[in-house]
């Protein structure tokens, strides 16, 4: 069993800096069923999506996170900083480098060069 998907919940004036920040990530936009076309915007990477629901007072949750493997983590942190973001390089867990980083609507993002065993 895998996730499949994960919601944060975004204004949708932050929405294509939203879209940029996870294409830094290999994530590409996907459209929404009709019935959520209009109240979310999608994106996609190797199964799993990410759902940026639309939210005039969105949440940002005050201690979780979203997770991601990047198979090419340096370059992936290489590209997130050229486009601005700040990474905060985290204590190696199970041998492999991760870091965190804030997407533009504060969603709090674990950049993993490797997942857990």
């Known amino acids: 069993?895998?996730?499949?998907?994960?919601?944060?919940?975004?204004?949708?004036?932050?929405?294509?800096?939203?879209?940029?920040?996870?294409?830094?990530?290999?994530?590409?936009?996907?459209?929404p069923?009709?019935?959520l076309?209009?109240?979310?915007s999608w994106v996609a990477r190797a199964g799993t999506q990410i759902h940026l629901l639309y939210a005039d007072e969105p949440v940002v949750m005050p201690e979780g996170h979203v997770a991601v493997?990047?198979?090419?983590?340096?370059a992936a942190v290489a590209r997130l900083r050229n486009a601005g973001f700040k990474i905060r390089a985290a204590r190696?867990?199970?041998?492999?480098a991760r870091?965190?980083?804030h997407t533009p609507a504060g969603h709090v993002v674990?950049?993993?060069?490797?997942p857990p065993p």
């Not at 919601?7 to 949708?12: A, D, K, N, Q």
């Not at 076309?37 to 979310?40: F, H, M």
């Not at 190696?92 to 492999?96: D, I, K, P, S, T």
């Not at 674990?110 to 490797?114: F, Q």
């Open 1 to 31: 069993m895998t996730l499949q998907h994960v919601s944060l919940e975004t204004r949708r004036a932050d929405v294509d800096a939203e879209l940029a920040f996870w294409a830094l990530l290999g994530f590409a936009e996907v459209r």
């Open 33 to 35: 069923p009709e019935g």
């Open 37 to 40: 076309v209009g109240v979310a």
């Open 69 to 74: 493997v990047a198979d090419d983590y340096d």
């Open 92 to 96: 190696e867990h199970w041998g492999a």
């Open 99 to 101: 870091g965190f980083v």
């Open 110 to 114: 674990e950049v993993m060069a490797a």
